[in-house]
């Protein structure tokens, strides 16, 4: 079975860092870019950042810009995210997906098509 | 950035009723856009992408449509399990965006 799975999350105070990670199974982990996607209390979805396969193509919204970085390791078949100087606006379900599938040097999305179950995020005093 | 606006914010149906659910692109994204369903609790899950293509395992009763700046989503007869959130989501550029939501909720 295909299967992402986050942890990581926590409780932390304004200014504080945190690193998230999620571990991969199931599939060929170092032939996709992968998403990280989170979610605000009652809010609707955010793209945070990508991370292509060899991780030499990466991007991150604005609003994390500077203070968070997307990194792989294929060889674990994880991912992660570093998270610093969190805000009370970065509280959040923050979830792994995949995406781009990338065999012999040819590319296609499918659409994030494998979502772990999330890690929550609170940033508060 | 692509802004993504969905319409209406709530569908109230039966089911067995059709829906359909439009996603606005702010500029053309071409087919480059995909469909999720979100449950309470849940991760969201993929239904369409790049426009009208049905990921793996989804029931036919969804189906996609659209191109450039207006986009789709019908579910032609709803099941009680389909009553949930549904997003649109742009792959066309970055920074990658989501719909508000469209939430379908029984009548």
């Known amino acids: 079975e295909e299967q992402l799975v986050e942890s990581g999350g926590g409780l932390v105070k304004p200014g504080g860092s945190l690193r998230l990670s999620c571990a991969a199974s199931?599939?060929?982990?170092?032939?996709?870019?992968m998403n990280w996607v989170r979610q605000a209390p009652g809010k609707g979805l955010e793209w945070v950042s990508s991370i292509s396969i060899t991780s030499n193509n990466i991007y991150y919204a604005d609003s994390v810009k500077g203070r968070i970085t997307i990194s792989r390791d294929n060889a674990k078949n994880s991912l992660s995210l570093h998270m610093n100087s969190l805000r009370a606006e970065d509280t959040a379900v923050y979830y792994c997906?995949?995406?781009?599938?990338?065999?012999?040097?040819?590319?296609?999305?499918?659409?994030?098509?494998?979502w772990g179950q999330g890690t929550t995020v609170t940033v508060s005093s | 950035e692509v802004v993504l606006t969905q319409s209406p914010a709530t569908l109230s149906l039966s089911p067995g009723e059709r829906a359909t659910l439009s996603c606005r692109a702010s500029q053309s994204v071409s087919s480059y856009l995909a469909w999720y369903q979100q449950k309470p609790g849940q991760a969201p899950r993929l239904l369409i992408y790049d426009a009208s293509n049905r990921a793996t395992g989804i029931p036919a009763r969804f189906s996609g449509s659209g191109s450039g700046t207006d986009f789709t989503l019908t579910i032609s007869s709803l099941e009680p399990e389909d009553f949930a959130l549904y997003y649109c989501?742009?792959?066309?550029?970055?920074?990658?965006?989501f719909g508000q939501g469209t939430k379908v909720e029984i009548k």
């Open positions: 989501q742009q792959r066309s550029s970055w920074p990658r965006t």
């Open positions: 199931g599939f060929n982990f170092s032939s996709y870019s």
């Open positions: 997906a995949r995406d781009w599938s990338c065999v012999a040097g040819s590319c296609k999305s499918y659409g994030m098509d494998v």
